[in-house]
């Protein structure tokens, strides 16, 4: 469910050089509208939600996987998709917030930090039930839709169980290709209705969830948190896998009470990988430009996205 990467883009420039400036404000448009005729109980806490610097990577999945295999204009079903994405990734990330104790995000208080935990939560099953609703009878995204909602909540309870365990780079793929290459993969299949993307779409979400990591350990996240809870509660992130092959770093990131100089320990092993991790996140960009190339019509749109996502662990 990562997002921090998100927090030092340029969204306008991402959006331009993908060329989706239109849809984009078409969606923001959507969004504003839809929070406006919310229940009056909800539409305060929905409103701090949406208008939190989203940087819309998922959306823009949907867009490029349909432009690349149809070209021409975004159909209205591929907008829903893209408007109902962007609820379930909000979803996400609330739930997120609140399993990791996060006070803020990108900058501003999380929504369980503002309005309480039982106003998120119950906003969270607001925006799902509202979601199914947009979908209207469009029985392949409902039935998308459900299994990235399985897999999400599969993939945040695998990622718990694991913490604070001697893994390997193997298991961190496995891990994050649940957590945030789902929602990718959901996103592929949804722009590219033939279901033809939906490993390009995983691979992507893999690269993104990897440069989120790297990004985090560099510290460009700091507006958008996530890393520091991460080495807190001894979550697999692609340095830490890396950096865990040091049985005495490892022994220190399976404790299950760190001391403060047991964070700066891991902090510091974790940077110290950062080289090997952008060379692994390097051959993961390979694989999606190749898997790209397969199926695509006009893979120009899914290479762009490929870049943009690569330029996350730099910012």
């Keep these: ?56 990577f998922r959306p823009l999945t949907i867009f490029a996987c349909h432009r690349a295999v149809i070209p021409g204009p975004i159909p209205a079903t591929v907008m829903t998709a893209a408007l109902v994405v962007e609820f379930f990734h909000n979803v996400s990330l609330i739930i997120d917030d609140i399993v990791d104790r996060s006070p803020t995000r ?21 925006i799902v039930a509202d979601g199914y609703v947009q979908l209207g009878g469009d029985l392949q995204a409902i039935a998308l839709f459900s299994e990235l909602l399985k897999r999400l909540g599969v993939a945040e309870c695998m990622q718990w169980r694991l913490r604070r365990q001697m893994l390997g780079v193997e298991d961190w793929r496995r891990i994050a290709g649940e957590d945030t290459g789902s929602m990718f993969e959901i996103c592929a299949c949804l722009g590219d209705r033939s ?24 510290g460009a ?54 080289p090997e991790a952008e060379a692994y996140l390097d051959r993961i960009e390979e694989e999606a430009r190749a898997e ?6 006009d893979p120009q749109p899914l290479l762009a996205l490929v870049s943009q996502t690569r330029q996350l662990s730099r910012r």
């Design 1 to 56: 469910m990562t997002d921090a990467a998100e927090a030092g883009t340029d969204v306008a420039g991402v959006i331009d050089a993908l060329g989706f400036a239109d849809e984009m404000a078409q969606l923001r448009t959507r969004i504003a509208d839809w929070v406006a005729r919310c229940d009056p109980e909800m539409r305060e806490a929905l409103a701090w939600q949406f208008a939190s610097g989203a940087k819309y």
């Design 106 to 126: 990108r900058g501003r208080a999380t929504l369980h930090t503002r309005f309480g935990e039982l106003t998120a939560l119950m906003a969270s099953g607001y």
């Design 195 to 218: 279901l033809r993307l939906r490993r390009f779409g995983g691979l992507l979400g893999l690269l993104y969830h990897g440069c989120d990591d790297v990004g985090d350990v560099r």
């Design 221 to 274: 996240a700091a507006l958008g948190g996530g890393g520091e809870e991460d080495v807190r509660d001894g979550i697999l992130t692609l340095p830490a896998s890396l950096a865990i092959r040091d049985p005495a770093i490892g022994a220190i990131f399976c404790k299950p009470d760190p001391t403060d100089d047991d964070l700066a320990t891991l902090a510091r092993a974790f940077a110290a990988q950062l």
């Design 292 to 297: 790209a190339r397969l199926f695509a019509v």
